[in-house]
């Protein structure tokens, strides 16, 4: 009841920061929703006693009138108060979705590579549209369920406060188990959550087109349903046994308070036919009675739904509190660190090893870059070229070693303004489904609006598959008249996005993975264009792409085997010559 107590209080706060107007009239219009039912109560009691008492006809008009009043006033006030209620409850999902949306865009990539992070993501998004707002319903429930009840034990009290003690002898007793049932419901939830994203997955590969192909030509269709049905039906027998434990508990609970009220208004009339309490007293008895069973239930109802929000709100402050935070950037206060062009960046011993992990991706690596320079970085599968380039873009953090850009070390500029110096493709760029002008238009996104520096982008690349003039053109299948490209023409859309970027530093990983010869050499004529005295850094699988670049980086290892240029590696470095012949050969075998 303690953590209830503090989930409860963090929540109404966090509601009371985005939604402060709204929450104050909410619960000011509930508060009096909450008293009507005990003052009409009392007004039915006294209406009754005073026609059986044949009192001034007048007395009887004003309880009348008084009672159709408070009752015709609870329902305007109720309706008045659900207005309130969506739209706090939609102003709520939107900023909360804002906040979570800002979170994940602040976060590390460190974060997205690791699943636990996925996993966290997923339990608060798949239920923030209706949990928060949902544990506000409750905490109003509880409270306006809390003072009916209250107020009708009290009522009831002022005739027999054994009876009211006895009414509330199964809520009581029922709260723990409630509690327990909602406890391992949530325990459910968030340990299948890893299986909830397979599953979610799996549904994935078979509803869309990036799978379509593979999944037809291997027939995996019955592989995937079939591991999609015991993932869900396992979630089903889950469920169903919560549900009959519930089902169970409501139906003691049920039991017992229709018995206790059964006892307490046998007491009543019995008293009634002694005399002992008038007929209008029995009816607000009974009245009560009703009202102290179904608030009891209410109450029940409110804390098991609260404490199993409240769980899941617990796990959204864990969130907010790890991740939704304001970070300032370290500025050197010298003008060394307003930096406006890149000349030299210089790594001195750099090191990086991933989380979790003791091996080093990357060793003690030493490497100057100049302007005017343009490197190619070579080497097999995991020899730490594209750590090597994420190290270099600030993307991975708390490397060993040092980073100098023009002799500042890269700690004291700030990351805004040093990444405004830098223009990359990754080497799993996004295929955008949106138009094609926010298709180039976010490698800059300041200058999203400059259509003709787009063109221009285009017309370099030989973009002539897309209409330049049509720059509103929907790319990819998801959305209404979209057009399909293929991966060679994707990858162009996202060669021009990163040239569109005025930079001093461009980063191409694998540029050409996806384009035949000819448009392989467009792209590299583009680039070396592009970068004439700038610094010009391409990662290639190939040495006929990185045999005419200024500097030939070889990596291997996490390690820099050797620098220099193609004639230079061909005599000196032996993994560079076993990687020209192995292409020799892929080369002789495809003519």
């Excluded at 309880?63 to 006033?73: K, N, P, R």
């Excluded at 990036?210 to 995996?220: A, P, R, T």
């Excluded at 270099?392 to 850009?405: A, F, H, P, Q, R």
Aim: glycine share 4%.
């Amino acid at each position: 009841m303690k953590n209830l107590y503090s989930n409860t209080k963090k929540t109404l706060k966090l509601i009371y920061d985005l939604e402060k107007k709204n929450l104050i009239v909410i619960l000011l219009l509930s508060l009096l929703v909450s008293v009507v039912p005990l003052l009409t109560t009392y007004l039915s009691q006294e209406l009754l006693n005073s026609i059986v008492a044949h009192q001034v006809l007048n007395r009887v008009m004003v309880l009348l009138i008084a009672f159709v009043s408070f009752t015709v006033g609870s329902e305007i006030v109720g309706q008045i108060s659900a207005i309130f209620e969506q739209k706090l409850q939609v102003n709520l999902v939107y900023k909360l979705n804002k906040i979570i949306m800002n979170a994940c865009g602040d976060m590390k990539l460190k974060d997205f590579e690791n699943s636990e992070t996925y996993n966290q993501i997923e339990r608060i998004n798949g239920q923030i549209a209706f949990k928060p707002s949902q544990s506000l319903d409750m905490t109003i429930n509880l409270m306006k369920t809390m003072i009916t009840l209250i107020g009708s034990i009290i009522f009831l009290s002022m005739w027999s406060w054994k009876m009211a003690l006895l009414l509330t002898l199964v809520p009581l007793t029922s709260i723990y188990y409630y509690i327990q049932i909602g406890k391992r419901e949530f325990n459910i939830q968030y340990q299948r959550m890893e299986d909830e994203r397979e599953s979610w997955y799996l549904n994935y590969i078979l509803t869309h087109d990036f799978s379509f192909k593979e999944v037809k030509f291997y027939d995996l269709k019955e592989y995937i349903i079939n591991k999609f049905s015991r993932i869900k039906e396992n979630f089903i027998k889950q469920d169903m046994d919560l549900l009959y434990q519930k089902s169970k508990l409501s139906i003691l609970f049920e039991v017992g308070v229709q018995i206790i009220g059964a006892i307490v208004l046998f007491v009543a009339i019995t008293a009634a036919y002694s005399g002992t309490i008038l007929v209008g007293n029995v009816v607000s008895i009974i009245k009560v009675t009703s009202m102290i069973q179904s608030s009891s239930k209410g109450v029940m109802t409110s804390i098991y739904a609260l404490y199993n929000n409240n769980l899941y709100m617990e796990k959204l402050f864990e969130f907010i509190e790890e991740f939704v935070q304001i970070e300032n950037e370290e500025v050197l206060i010298t003008d060394n660190a307003e930096i406006t062009d890149i000349h030299d960046i210089e790594l001195k011993k750099v090191s990086y090893h991933y989380p979790e992990t003791q091996s080093l991706a990357l060793k003690k690596v030493d490497l100057t870059l100049h302007a005017g320079e343009r490197v190619a970085i070579v080497g097999p599968n995991g020899s730490g070229k594209s750590t090597l380039i994420k190290v270099l873009t600030k993307l991975y953090e708390n490397s060993e070693g040092e980073i100098l850009v023009d002799g500042v070390p890269l700690r004291e500029i700030g990351e805004t303004k040093y990444k405004q110096q830098l223009s990359v493709l990754f080497q799993d760029f996004v295929k955008y489904e949106l138009p094609l002008q926010e298709n180039i238009g976010f490698g800059d996104i300041q200058n999203i609006s400059d259509t003709e520096i787009m063109k221009t982008c285009m017309r370099e690349l030989n973009i002539d598959f897309l209409d330049e003039e049509d720059l509103n053109q929907q790319l990819g299948i998801w959305f209404e008249n979209g057009r399909q490209l293929s991966g060679g023409q994707w990858q162009k859309v996202a060669l021009a996005r990163s040239f569109f970027k005025k930079a001093s530093v461009y980063i191409l990983d694998e540029p050409s993975s996806a384009l035949d010869p000819i448009s392989e050499k467009e792209v590299f004529d583009s680039f070396y264009e592009k970068t004439k005295g700038k610094i010009g850094i391409f990662i290639s699988h190939r040495i006929l792409a990185a045999q005419n670049a200024d500097k030939i980086i070889v990596m291997d290892k996490g390690e820099i085997v050797d620098i220099g240029t193609h004639a230079h590696l061909m005599k000196n470095c032996r993994l560079y010559q076993e990687m020209e012949r192995a292409e020799s050969y892929e080369e002789y075998f495809a003519a």
